[in-house]
């Protein structure tokens, strides 16, 4: 069974600040990571993935998240908030044994202030 | 390249009325996937399909809920005899079987 958690359903940082949100997952199996973006009235857009090899995953619009397989985390990170960061964020686990089921956290709606 | 295509946007129904959402997947994938994102929550997982199978619907409702996904067109989700606790955000996302999977903007369902 699968399950993710994301700390704070809302997080505000202002504009150039550092941008972090947390996630923290569950899986008997090796999990396959994602964090998606949704904009108001918009799909799902991905920022990026973690599969396998390296830990430290870079994604599109400056994003980066780490995989601690010991902290069972993949916190998502941005050295500099942009205004049009504003978004919902979800983090996402599947088996990364070949299942297809995603496992979506409950969101992180992101404020960035000018 | 055309992404998964999803319509309509916006549904309105009556209590009691059908909703039908179509689901056109990316081009060269045969895998399509529904979800349903409730305000304030993330997304649900109902049900997974490959052309012609239903793979897996335990996110499914046992009523009312269905899902096709036929060998020549779209895939559908309908809804029938809607209730008010059925407005939501309905998603489809649509793979060539691996991760990740792509998703479309999504079909707006309210009940009146």
């Not at chain 1, 969101?107 to 000018?114: C, D, E, I, N, Y």
Request: charged share 20%; net charge positive.
């Amino acid at each position: 069974a699968q399950s993710v958690t994301q700390l704070g359903s809302h997080v505000s940082v202002s504009e150039g600040a550092l941008v972090l949100l947390r996630c923290n997952y569950s899986s008997s199996v090796p999990p396959y990571l994602f964090w998606y973006v949704q904009y108001p009235n918009q799909g799902l857009q991905l920022l990026l993935k973690y599969t396998t090899g390296a830990t430290l995953v870079k994604g599109i619009n400056g994003f980066e998240a780490e995989f601690k397989k010991s902290e069972t985390s993949f916190h998502l990170t941005k050295p500099s908030a942009h205004m049009s960061d504003a978004a919902e964020y979800f983090c996402a686990v599947t088996p990364g044994t070949g299942g297809f089921k995603t496992i979506f956290g409950a969101g992180t709606r992101l404020f960035v202030k000018a | 390249n055309a992404g998964v295509m999803q319509n309509p946007r916006h549904l309105v129904r009556r209590r009691g009325q059908e909703a039908r959402l179509r689901c056109s997947p990316m081009k060269g994938h045969s895998h399509v996937y529904w979800y349903r994102q409730l305000p304030e929550e993330g997304l649900k997982f109902m049900v997974y399909l490959q052309k012609e199978n239903i793979i897996d619907e335990s996110g499914m409702p046992k009523e009312r809920f269905s899902a096709e996904f036929p060998k020549e067109g779209p895939s559908i989700l309908r809804i029938q005899q809607v209730v008010r606790g059925d407005s939501a955000a309905y998603f489809c996302a649509s793979s060539d079987g691996n991760q990740p999977q792509h998703f479309g903007d999504g079909t707006r369902l309210s009940i009146l």
